[in-house]
């Protein structure tokens, strides 16, 4: 397991809403809870493209 944390700002996503939702820890947890806000508080679907997406804005902390 990598021991570098990552982190996901809401902010560079874009949105309609305008979320500030900052999240950080391994990239798996990161990109988990991600997933798990992308679906909940944006409505998107759960597939490996918003997956790859994230992914892609993941930063290093």
Same mark, same amino acid.
């Given at each position: 397991?990598?021991?570098?944390? *990552? ?9 309609? *809403?305008?979320c500030?939702?900052?999240?950080? %820890? ?6 988990e ?9 944006? %409505? ?11 992914? *892609? ?5």
């Amino acid at each position: 397991m990598s021991s570098k944390r *990552k982190v996901m700002d809401c902010r560079l996503y874009p949105s309609v *809403k305008h979320c500030s939702l900052f999240i950080s %820890g391994t990239e798996e947890e990161v990109l988990e809870a991600a997933v798990h806000h992308a679906i909940t508080a944006h %409505g998107h679907k759960n597939s490996p493209a918003l997956r790859e997406e994230l992914r *892609k804005i993941l930063k290093e902390e």
